[in-house]
């Protein structure tokens, strides 16, 4: 497992832009995927963003053409850059990295970052 620490959340207008940040413990690239997921109080949590270890991203629908994942294998971080927000988008967003042990796979979850848009 590897422990993941995200930042960069806060209250943004919308249509304003917002840049997340997650840091691991160490490098990334036994990380099979990482992922930016979100979640509103009393809704499950919803996948954002992927990106593999091999670079090929996805995204929700809802946020396509507007946010971007990226991730450095080597500094062991992963960005969510996020443009053009709307008021929908606010949530507690979580970094996700999975790890695979053989037929095991191997969850770890940062403690969120609170994003708010609002006027």
């Known amino acids: 497992q590897v422990q993941l620490v995200e930042s960069g959340g806060g209250l943004v207008q919308p249509g304003g832009s917002l840049r997340l940040s997650c840091v691991a413990s160490?490098?990334?690239?036994?990380?099979?995927?990482m992922a930016w997921y979100r979640q509103v109080p009393g809704n499950q949590r919803e996948m954002v963003a992927t990106v593999t270890s091999g670079g090929r991203t996805n995204y929700a629908d809802s946020v396509k053409g507007r946010f971007t994942i990226s991730r450095d294998n080597a500094r062991g971080t992963v960005t969510l850059q996020m443009n053009s927000l709307k008021p929908e988008d606010t949530a507690v967003y979580y970094c996700?990295?999975?790890?695979?042990?053989?037929?095991?796979?191997?969850?770890?979850w940062g403690q969120g970052t609170q994003v708010t848009v609002s006027s």
């Open positions: 160490r490098s990334l690239f036994n990380i099979y995927a």
């Open positions: 996700y990295g999975e790890a695979w042990s053989g037929s095991a796979r191997i969850d770890s």
